[in-house]
């Protein structure tokens, strides 16, 4: 399957907006047109200490985040919650964590229907040696 294909699918669950799916590198996998402006630094930050996160708020591209919360410990979710500045619309994002990667889901309504989606192609990810 092609990265393509892994973001199309996170793109079919109805509330989300943006998806995309970045090398813990700084490298773009996959991205729709709204994420395209996510830095290497913005992946660094996101893949590293949530203290860190909680001090600064987080930015995926242009967007100002606030992190809710961080399982990307936790086997049953391995995604970090957060929310984006009222600028930018209080959208739910949800980034999950593989061993290569961060798969980054944004979207309208609770973040709780973002997290199944992405839980499922990063436990899928990580079982694949990504």
């Not at 892994?6 to 669950?13: D, F």
């Amino acid at each position: 399957m092609s990265w393509d294909a892994y973001r199309n699918q996170l793109m079919a669950v109805e509330s989300v907006t943006e998806a995309g799916i970045f090398g813990l590198d700084g490298s773009t996998w996959t991205s729709t047109e709204g994420l395209k402006g996510v830095t290497a630094e913005q992946i660094k930050i996101l893949s590293g200490s949530s203290a860190d996160m909680n001090t600064n708020g987080p930015k995926i591209g242009k967007m100002k985040c606030m992190l809710l919360r961080d399982e990307r410990q936790d086997t049953q979710s391995f995604c970090m919650h957060l929310k984006t500045s009222a600028s930018d619309g209080k959208l739910a994002v949800c980034v999950g964590q593989t061993n290569k990667a961060l798969v980054v889901v944004v979207g309208s309504g609770l973040g709780s229907k973002l997290s199944g989606p992405v839980f499922g192609v990063v436990k899928y990810l990580r079982e694949t040696g990504y």
